[in-house]
């Protein structure tokens, strides 16, 4: 039986309010390594611009996969407010559904705060605390499964997620969010044993990897590939990302473009690649697809204005010919 969906992604929501600002200084160590943001204590601070966008890893993937024109769907949870109003018509006007999409009485959708400064932004989240139960989802071909709160602890939605993929013979795609990389990816050997695929940057592989040094992504790749997942990608900003199957690490550059802002630009990656395997393509093509639909996003301000269609998206591989994942 032909499955409903290409793929259902599960994880928050949120609005998004992005604030430019252009009086403030960042402040690193010796090592530039460890920088903070610093702007006047108790002071006014003038910005440049301020907009609001619907976001969250969840919900951006799923965006990004329905503008590709993948059967997209989203399990995740809204409050009775304007913001939860906001993001479902978002959903709707995309081509998502919303069918697994749980409203709360008396509770409030996320909200974020981004800082953008010189292209780099500064996120303040606030997952409210939802009680999460997996729906009784219909047959998708992937899931998804990203950043929820650090409630996700106190339910089973876990092991309802691995009764789904026992069940339905689902392929998971797991990007931990930032709670799930608190609690310790590791205490969840289920959910990594049953995953096609690990999306991480360089620094999520290196902290679920309890490895604060410098190491080659080669090396993470290989540890990563232990814990049970049997594709791992990594990616690492302007460096490009690298990826491992088990028998071969791949590695590919950026595609070039003007940096206006970076919120979404792993949700892009991910999408893109995930539509590229989705459609039938190996895992080379999948990441210049990624590479590509990230590069238009942070060529925006917000995660979704800049998600590319598929014959968007293959117009650009026309002129991207050196854009290649070379074995490493």
Not at 117 to 136: A, K
């Given at each position: 039986?032909?499955?409903?969906?290409?793929?259902?992604?599960?994880?928050?929501?949120?609005?998004?309010?992005?604030?430019?600002?252009?009086?403030?200084?960042?402040?690193?160590?010796?090592?530039?390594?460890?920088?903070?943001?610093?702007?006047?204590?108790?002071?006014?601070?003038?910005?440049?611009?301020?907009?609001?966008?619907?976001?969250?890893?969840?919900?951006?993937?799923?965006?990004?996969?329905?503008?590709?024109?993948?059967?997209?769907?989203?399990?995740?949870?809204?409050?009775?407010?304007?913001?939860?109003?906001?993001?479902?018509?978002?959903?709707?006007?995309?081509?998502?559904?919303?069918?697994?999409?749980?409203?709360?009485?008396?509770?409030?959708?996320?909200?974020?705060?981004?800082?953008t400064f010189q292209g780099e932004r500064t996120?303040?989240?606030?997952?409210?605390p939802w009680s999460y139960s997996l729906p009784?989802?219909?047959?998708?071909?992937?899931?998804?499964?990203?950043?929820?709160?650090?409630?996700?602890?106190?339910?089973?939605?876990?092991?309802?997620?691995?009764?789904?993929?026992?069940?339905?013979?689902?392929?998971?795609?797991?990007?931990?969010?930032?709670?799930?990389?608190?609690?310790?990816?590791?205490?969840?050997?289920?959910?990594?044993?049953?995953?096609?695929?690990?999306?991480?940057?360089?620094?999520?592989?290196?902290?679920?990897?309890?490895?604060?040094?410098?190491?080659?992504?080669?090396?993470?790749?290989?540890?990563?590939?232990?814990?049970?997942?049997?594709?791992?990608?990594?990616?690492?900003?302007?460096?490009?990302?690298?990826?491992?199957?088990?028998?071969?690490?791949?590695?590919?550059?950026?595609?070039?473009?003007?940096?206006?802002?970076?919120?979404?630009?792993?949700?892009?990656?991910?999408?893109?690649?995930?539509?590229?395997?989705?459609?039938?393509?190996?895992?080379?093509?999948?990441?210049?697809?990624?590479?590509?639909?990230?590069?238009?996003?942070?060529?925006?301000?917000?995660?979704?204005?800049?998600?590319?269609?598929?014959?968007?998206?293959?117009?650009?591989?026309?002129?991207?010919?050196?854009?290649?994942?070379?074995?490493?």
């Amino acid at each position: 039986m032909e499955n409903k969906f290409d793929i259902i992604t599960i994880g928050d929501s949120t609005i998004d309010t992005f604030i430019k600002i252009h009086d403030a200084t960042v402040e690193c160590d010796i090592n530039h390594e460890d920088c903070k943001i610093c702007i006047s204590y108790g002071d006014k601070i003038p910005v440049d611009s301020i907009g609001h966008e619907v976001a969250g890893n969840a919900a951006n993937v799923a965006v990004g996969c329905a503008v590709m024109g993948l059967k997209t769907a989203i399990y995740t949870n809204l409050g009775v407010d304007q913001a939860g109003s906001l993001i479902k018509k978002v959903f709707e006007e995309s081509g998502v559904s919303t069918e697994f999409v749980k409203v709360h009485q008396n509770k409030e959708s996320n909200l974020s705060v981004v800082l953008t400064f010189q292209g780099e932004r500064t996120i303040f989240v606030y997952h409210q605390p939802w009680s999460y139960s997996l729906p009784q989802l219909s047959n998708s071909s992937w899931i998804y499964l990203t950043s929820m709160a650090e409630s996700f602890t106190n339910s089973n939605i876990t092991d309802e997620i691995c009764h789904y993929l026992d069940k339905s013979h689902a392929k998971l795609a797991f990007a931990p969010g930032t709670y799930q990389l608190k609690a310790d990816v590791k205490l969840y050997p289920k959910i990594l044993e049953r995953s096609e695929l690990l999306i991480v940057n360089l620094e999520e592989a290196k902290k679920i990897l309890n490895i604060k040094e410098a190491v080659e992504a080669k090396t993470l790749l290989a540890k990563l590939l232990l814990l049970g997942p049997k594709t791992i990608i990594i990616t690492d900003g302007a460096e490009g990302s690298y990826a491992t199957d088990g028998q071969r690490n791949l590695r590919i550059g950026i595609f070039p473009t003007q940096l206006v802002e970076k919120t979404g630009a792993g949700d892009a990656y991910s999408s893109g690649l995930l539509t590229a395997l989705i459609l039938g393509y190996p895992l080379e093509t999948a990441m210049v697809w990624g590479t590509i639909n990230a590069s238009k996003v942070i060529g925006r301000i917000g995660p979704q204005k800049g998600l590319l269609r598929k014959n968007e998206l293959e117009n650009y591989l026309k002129a991207a010919s050196n854009l290649v994942a070379t074995p490493f």
